[in-house]
């Protein structure tokens, strides 16, 4: 039977401590090594400065409904990272002053919407990480079209599967499998410690970043 609402199990808790190691790491770190799991650039986000680490509870929208939206804020647990499919849609806001503060009342810390919101001034004065495509005037209604909760979705690009550790930052959001998150996250702070020390090496006049990073070598090489 085909079913109007497909809504799959709540996903396993996450660790506490991964969560923690993530909240210090820069999308950006691991995009010097990593290359998948990055949603579009495009989905940035609403207010500056933002960086949440989080479990994924994943929604999937048609057009112009938010009904299950609505739904799956119930099945929010501290911590999550509410994570929405628009399924190609980007005229219609899904999420505006009410989700946000119906989902920060349920322990969700941050959205992360495929497709445009709209009330921004509501999101700053609740001071709620959003990570969308823009604002758009047109919303959703509750239309009761149906749609996907806690199953996998496609964020920008990259399937995310209900569980999965989510970090969002002023460069963007990556997705993480269980598996891999705390790898992934010792491995960045590693390289950011090192980052900030060579830094300050070049600040200080040290050593030039073309010799510390190869570049000079490898061009002098090539020329001679």
Not at 100 to 122: L, M, S
Not at 166 to 172: H, I
Request: overall charge negative; proline content about 6%.
């Amino acid at each position: 039977m085909i079913r109007k609402y497909d809504i799959g199990p709540a996903p396993k808790a996450v660790s506490a401590e991964v969560i923690a190691l993530l909240s210090d790491c820069e999308t950006a770190t691991v995009g010097h090594w990593r290359h998948w799991g990055f949603c579009d650039r495009r989905i940035q986000g609403v207010l500056p400065g933002k960086r949440i680490a989080g479990r994924a509870i994943t929604v999937a929208l048609p057009g112009p409904c938010s009904t299950l939206l609505h739904y799956a804020i119930d099945a929010l647990s501290p911590g999550d990272i509410l994570v929405v499919d628009r399924l190609g849609d980007d005229r219609h806001a899904c999420w505006g002053g009410g989700v946000t503060i119906a989902v920060k009342q349920a322990g969700g810390v941050a959205g992360v919407v495929d497709g445009p919101c709209t009330d921004i001034e509501e999101m700053k004065a609740s001071d709620f990480p959003m990570w969308c495509r823009g604002m758009a005037p047109i919303t959703t209604r509750l239309y009761d079209l149906g749609g996907r909760l806690n199953q996998p979705v496609s964020i920008g690009g990259v399937v995310v599967t209900p569980g999965d550790y989510v970090l969002c930052d002023e460069s963007g959001v990556l997705v993480l499998p269980p598996h891999e998150a705390e790898e992934e996250a010792r491995k960045a702070l590693e390289v950011q410690e090192k980052g900030v020390a060579l830094q300050a090496r070049v600040g200080r006049g040290e050593v030039r970043l073309s010799d510390a990073q190869g570049a000079r070598a490898a061009i002098e090489a090539a020329l001679a």
